[in-house]
């Protein structure tokens, strides 16, 4: 039996958040904690020769390589991370997100919004209007590009 003071709590909680936004290239973006790992700093970055533009190499992350990815290139073909990539002058983002998926992969961010609820649907059934792109799909089909038996 719940004590008067569990009682209160469990009808005061807040929805739980469903998304992690952040900022890419200017744009808001959000994607499903689901697919979240974590956000880290970006250390070191090797480059990688001949590789896909949208590679922009690899980092080190708790002792696991991963391919750090221009996803704001592969959103509208803006090299959201060029500073990563070593374009003169230009100030590299500081934190990357890493995504939870069978290959992970990490993506630069200008910055990081924070967790967000899922937007709920209006009455009518259709898709609500978010102040976010929900990024899952691109996320999801890079990690698949990365995967080495894909």
Not at 66 to 74: A, F, I, M, Q
Not at 78 to 85: I, L, S, T
Not at 119 to 135: H, K, Q, R, T
Request: glycine residues 12%.
């Amino acid at each position: 039996m719940l004590s008067r003071r569990e009682r209160g709590r469990e009808g005061r909680q807040a929805p739980r958040p469903g998304l992690l936004a952040f900022v890419i290239g200017g744009r808001a973006c959000a994607l499903s904690l689901g697919l979240v790992a974590g956000v880290a700093e970006i250390g070191t970055v090797t480059r990688l020769p001949a590789a896909d533009p949208c590679n922009l190499g690899l980092i080190v992350h708790r002792g696991s390589v991963l391919p750090l990815v221009d996803v704001g290139r592969r959103l509208d073909g803006a090299a959201a991370a060029d500073g990563v990539a070593g374009a003169e002058g230009a100030r590299p983002p500081a934190f990357c997100i890493i995504t939870r998926s069978r290959q992970a992969i990490a993506f630069p961010v200008e910055a990081v919004l924070g967790l967000q609820a899922l937007p709920a649907l209006p009455a009518n059934g259709g898709a609500a209007a978010s102040p976010w792109e929900i990024v899952d799909s691109l996320i999801v089909d890079l990690a698949r590009d990365q995967d080495p038996a894909h």
